[in-house]
């Protein structure tokens, strides 16, 4: 069965601060995927990361993917308010054997202070 | 540009009652899914359908029925809702299920669901 786990699942953060959160699967999959959510709202798609080593940035955030260690990180640059909001990753699941199903993480709900 | 819409926004429903959630995408995707989101759980797939004239359980396919009603609609049924079932529900639609295509799911913006 896979399993997905983000860490940290809350995260308080200054503003102007650096972190990381982490995404780990337990089975080889291709695709993996980060999602916003902020509250009350639907889930937007932030990076679709396709193979070993890639990284992909938007503004502040950044993405990367090491398959061989199963492992996503979301990386967060001199964080603004802005970026508050649940964060989700998520990996091809193949569930019932077709591909194209998520299997989603907790989430990790950020929250950015002045 | 609609995306993914879904109705009703909200519902209250008595123990027992029945209702269906509607979901319909203008993107001409062929795969859709419903989730449900609990709080510290995530989403989790209820059904899917791959492509139009199918149909597949998820994760937690307990409770509800699906119909995938042509290649736009796809629609979730409670046949006697229960407590349990109270949960935020997102439909969604991709591309392509299967390939090596990016896949990325679009979100419709969820169904509020309380069951008393």
């Known amino acids: 069965e896979l399993k997905v786990e983000q860490n940290p699942l809350f995260l308080s953060m200054q503003e102007g601060k650096n972190y990381t959160i982490y995404c780990n699967y337990s089975t080889t999959s291709d695709r993996l995927y980060w999602y916003r959510q902020d509250p009350g709202k639907s889930l937007e798609s932030l990076f679709v990361?396709?193979?070993?080593?890639a990284v992909k940035q938007e503004g502040r955030l950044m993405a990367s993917l090491d398959t061989k260690a199963r492992l996503s990180t979301l990386h967060i640059t001199a964080a603004v308010h802005d970026l508050s909001a649940t964060y989700f990753c998520?990996?091809?699941?193949?569930?019932?054997?077709?591909?194209?199903?998520?299997?989603f993480g907790k989430g990790t709900k950020l929250s950015v202070k002045p | 540009n609609a995306g993914v819409t879904q109705t009703p926004k909200f519902q209250v429903l008595k123990t027992g009652q029945s209702m269906t959630l509607q979901c319909a995408q203008d993107?001409?995707?062929?795969?859709m899914y419903w989730y449900r989101q609990d709080p510290g759980m995530g989403l989790r797939l209820i059904y899917y359908?791959?492509?139009?004239?199918?149909?597949d359980k998820g994760e937690v396919p307990n409770g509800y029925n699906v119909s995938r009603l042509n290649k736009r609609e796809f629609s979730l049924r409670l046949e006697s809702a229960a407590p349990s079932q109270t949960s935020v529900y997102f439909c969604?639609?991709?591309?392509?299920?299967?390939?090596?295509?990016?896949?990325?799911?679009?979100f419709g913006a969820g169904t509020r669901l309380s069951v008393l």
């Open positions: 993107m001409n995707h062929n795969s």
């Open positions: 990361l396709l193979s070993n080593g």
């Open positions: 998520a990996v091809d699941g193949g569930y019932g054997g077709s591909q194209g199903n998520l299997i």
């Open positions: 969604a639609s991709s591309e392509v299920a299967g390939t090596l295509a990016k896949n990325i799911q679009y």
């Open positions: 359908s791959a492509s139009e004239g199918t149909t």
